[in-house]
């Protein structure tokens, strides 16, 4: 996965996935009840994608890939950001993206997922 539109294919096919603006036109974010689970900056080359991981995960996978680092302007334990060069495999990259996904789904309310038709 290495293009926007490659990125924004693999985020539609997930349930209830929107893509706001909120942070200007450069900025690409992926939300789910409200909630940002992946930011990418689309004017990146490479392009660059933020999710949202557990803590220990996170670690492991910085120390695993050259091309993962702590978030930027995010909670470094929480979130990493992927360097999309072609370095790490599309399941890798698409396996977060889900990760990061469910994440945020588990953390929204009973009220907030009973909104949501997943």
Request: aromatic content about 6%; hydrophobic content about 40%.
């Amino acid at each position: 996965m290495q293009s926007v539109a490659e990125l924004r294919e693999a985020c539609a096919r997930l349930a209830c996935s929107e893509e706001p603006f909120p942070f200007g036109p450069g900025t690409l974010v992926f939300s789910v009840g409200g909630k940002v689970y992946a930011l990418s900056d689309i004017t990146a080359d490479p392009l660059t994608l933020s999710l949202k991981v557990r803590p220990t995960y996170g670690e492991e996978l910085r120390t695993g890939h050259n091309a993962i680092v702590p978030g930027p302007h995010l909670n470094k334990r929480r979130w990493i950001t992927a360097t999309l060069d072609g370095s790490l495999p599309d399941a890798l990259v698409e396996g977060l993206l889900e990760g990061s996904h469910a994440l945020v789904v588990a953390g929204l309310t009973r009220a907030q997922r009973a909104a949501l038709v997943l």
